[in-house]
C-alpha cells in the first residue's frame, strides 16, 4: 500500500510548493509586488512599506458595518465593561490571521487551494457552502450598512433598496481600480480606513467619554453588575471580531509580494513583516471600535427611549419618530445610533457618522469580493476570468439583500444584523480548524510548521470561541424556535454539522502525526479522511497541475 501523505514533505531533495504547482493552469497571472533587496540584516522600513497592504485589506472586515453595530450596542448594554471583551476577540483574531499568512507565504497557496489539496470531495463542498453562506451573511451586513448611510447622507430620499441597487456598482469600481494595479488598490482602501478613522474620532472628540472608565474596562477582564443581556452581547462582539473567511481572504492577500520561496531566510522575513503588518493593521482597528464604544457608552448607557426622543423633540431633528415614548430602555443599530448624534451633538455629528459608515459598507464589501473569489476558485478548482468570479458572487449576496432591504422596515433590520452574527458564527470551525491543521503539518509546512506551544495554544482558543459562539447559537434558536418543522431541519442541520466537524477534528489530529504512526497507515483514514498522494513532489505536481509551456503563457 502506498504511503499516506497528506502533501509532500518540504526538504531540500525537492521543490518548496509555490504559486506554480497550483491545482490547475490559471488563466490570469498577476504581478507581484517586488520585494527591494537590502544589505543590512535588521529592520528595514523600506521592506515594511513592501510588505504593507494585505493585512490592512484583512483588518477592513474588522471594522465592517455588522461589527460597527455590534460595538456601539455593546456601549449601550454595558458601558465600558466589555471593552476587554473586545480586545481579547482582536488579540485572538491576530493570532489565527498570523497562522493564515504563514500558510500563504509558505506554500503559495491560499488556504481554499490547500482545502482542494486535503479534504475529501464530500466534506470539501459542505466547507465551501459554509464559507459561501458566512460570505453571504457578512456581504448582506456590509451592503445594508452601506444603504443606511446613504440613506442618512441623502435626507430619507434614497430608500433602502435603491441603496443596495446602488452598491452593485462596487463590482464594477472594484474591476475598475484593479486594472490599475495592486499598489493602487491597496492605497484606496487605506484611504477608507483614514476616513473612519476621522469620521469615528470625530464623534469620540465631540462625545468627550471617561478616559478612565474606558482603562477600566479594558483591564478588568469582569462584568460586574451586568444584565443577561450583556453576557450575549459579550458573546456576540466575538463572532462580530472573528470572522471565518477572512482567514482565506489573508492567505490569498500575502500571495501578492513576489517572495523566493525556495531560500527560508526569505520566508522569515516575510512572515516576520506581515506579521507586524497585521500587528499595526489589526491596532488600528481596534482603536476605531473601541471610539465607538466609547461614545455610545457615554452617550445612550441606561437611557430610555422616552430620554432618547425628548433630546431629538428639543433639537427638532426629522428622525425623531422613530424613538417610541416608553420608558423602555433603547435598542439601538446603526440607524438609530447615527439619529441619536445627531439629536445630541447636531445634525452634523450624524452625516459625519453617515461617511464613516458609508466607508465601512464599501470597503468591506469590496474586500468580500475579494474573499468570494478566493473560496470559489480554491474549493471548486475554477479557472473562470475575474470578472466572472467577481459578479457571480456579488449576485449571490445581493439577492437575498435586496429582498430584506425591499420588504422590511428600517427599525427592524437591528435583528437580522444579531441573526447574522449567529450564522456566521457557526462557520467558524470550517476555518479555524483547516488552518490550524495545514499549519501543524510538517509535510506542508517544513520547518515553519506551528510548534507544539502553538498548537496547544491556537486549539484551547479555537475550542473555547467555538463553544462561545455554539452556545449564542444555541440559545438564538431556542428563542427564535417557531414550530416543529423548524426544530425538525436544525436537528438534521446540526447532525450532519457535528460529522464535518469530527471530520476536520480527525483530521487535524492525523495530519500531525509523524510519518511511523499507525493511525495515519490505518486504511480507514486512507480511504475516508485524506486523499492518496504519490510518494514523491513530481507525482504530487503531475497529478495536481499543469505548469505553463512557454514564458508567454506564463
Known amino acids: 500500500m502506498a504511503d499516506y501523505s497528506l502533501v509532500p514533505t518540504m526538504d531540500d531533495s525537492h521543490p518548496i ?25 535588521g529592520f528595514s522600513f523600506q521592506k515594511l512599506w513592501a510588505f504593507t497592504g494585505p493585512g490592512f485589506l484583512m483588518s477592513i472586515a474588522y471594522l465592517d458595518p455588522g461589527n460597527i453595530e455590534s460595538d456601539l450596542q455593546s456601549g449601550t448594554t454595558a458601558r465600558y465593561k466589555l471593552l476587554w471583551v473586545l480586545m481579547s476577540a482582536t488579540i485572538l483574531g491576530l493570532v489565527m490571521q498570523r497562522l493564515s499568512a504563514r500558510l500563504g507565504v509558505v506554500t503559495g497557496l491560499h488556504l481554499a487551494d490547500m482545502c482542494y489539496r486535503q479534504y475529501r470531495r464530500v466534506p470539501r463542498l459542505f466547507v465551501w457552502l459554509m464559507m459561501e453562506v458566512a460570505i453571504i451573511g457578512s456581504d448582506m451586513q456590509e451592503v445594508i450598512g452601506t444603504s443606511i448611510a446613504i440613506y442618512l447622507l441623502s435626507n ?25 494595479g ?30 478612565k472608565e474606558m482603562f477600566q474596562g479594558l483591564v478588568t477582564p469582569w462584568c460586574s453588575d451586568c444584565k443577561h ?56 482597528s481596534f482603536v476605531i471600535n473601541v471610539c465607538v464604544v466609547s461614545v455610545f457608552a457615554h452617550g445612550l448607557y441606561d437611557k430610555t427611549n422616552k430620554d432618547v426622543l425628548e433630546i431629538c423633540t428639543n433639537s427638532n431633528n426629522s428622525y425623531k419618530d422613530i424613538f417610541t415614548n416608553n420608558t423602555e430602555l433603547v435598542e439601538v443599530d446603526i440607524f438609530k445610533g447615527g439619529v441619536f448624534l445627531g439629536c ?4 452634523g455629528a450624524m452625516y459625519i457618522w453617515a461617511i464613516g459608515i458609508l466607508a465601512a459598507g464599501q470597503s468591506s464589501t469590496m474586500t468580500g469580493c475579494y ?88 486549539i484551547v482558543l479555537s ?40 471530520y476536520l477534528t480527525l483530521h487535524l489530529v492525523i495530519s500531525m502525526l509523524s510519518d511511523s504512526s499507525r493511525l495515519r497507515s490505518n486504511p480507514f483514514v486512507i480511504k475516508f479522511i485524506g486523499p492518496q498522494i504519490g510518494q514523491n513532489f513530481s507525482q504530487h505536481m503531475q497529478t495536481n497541475s499543469t505548469l505553463p509551456r512557454n514564458a508567454e503563457e506564463l
Open 17 to 41: 510548493p509555490n504559486e506554480l504547482t497550483g491545482l490547475s493552469k490559471k488563466s490570469e497571472k498577476e504581478l507581484k509586488v517586488q520585494i527591494p533587496e537590502s544589505n543590512s540584516s
Open 229 to 284: 443581556s450583556a453576557l450575549l452581547q459579550a458573546i456576540g462582539i466575538v463572532g462580530a471580531i472573528i470572522m471565518p473567511h477572512n482567514l482565506y481572504l489573508h492567505s490569498g492577500l500575502v500571495k501578492s509580494r513576489e517572495v523566493d520561496r525556495t531560500k527560508k531566510d526569505k520566508l522569515r522575513e516575510a512572515n516576520f513583516y506581515f506579521f507586524i503588518e497585521s500587528c499595526v493593521a489589526l491596532f488600528v
Open 182 to 211: 495592486l499598489r493602487k488598490l491597496e492605497l484606496v482602501f487605506g484611504f477608507f480606513i483614514v476616513v473612519m478613522s476621522i469620521s469615528f474620532g470625530y464623534e469620540f472628540a465631540v462625545v468627550k467619554p471617561e478616559i
Open 156 to 180: 430619507k430620499m434614497i430608500p433602502l433598496w435603491v441603496g443596495v441597487l446602488i452598491t452593485v456598482i462596487d463590482t464594477l469600481s472594484f474591476l475598475m481600480l484593479d486594472k490599475y
Open 371 to 458: 474573499a468570494g473569489q478566493f473560496v470559489m476558485e480554491g474549493f471548486l478548482n475554477l479557472q473562470w476570468s475575474r470578472w466572472k468570479r467577481v459578479g457571480f458572487t456579488r449576485l449571490v449576496a445581493i439577492a437575498p439583500t435586496f429582498y430584506v432591504a425591499f420588504f422590511s422596515d428600517i427599525n427592524e433590520l437591528s435583528g437580522m444584523n444579531d441573526l447574522l452574527n449567529a450564522v456566521m458564527s457557526l462557520q467558524l470551525p470550517f476555518a479555524t480548524l483547516p488552518v490550524i491543521a495545514f499549519t501543524s503539518n510538517p509535510r506542508i509546512m517544513g520547518e515553519f510548521t506551528n510548534g507544539f506551544g502553538n498548537i496547544i495554544t491556537t
Open 463 to 502: 475550542v473555547v470561541i467555538i463553544s462561545i459562539n455554539v452556545f449564542f447559537v444555541i440559545y438564538q434558536t431556542i428563542n427564535n424556535l417557531t414550530s416543529n418543522w423548524y426544530l425538525i431541519g436544525v436537528i438534521a442541520y446540526s447532525t450532519i454539522y457535528l460529522l464535518m466537524c469530527a
Open 344 to 347: 445630541q451633538f447636531g445634525i
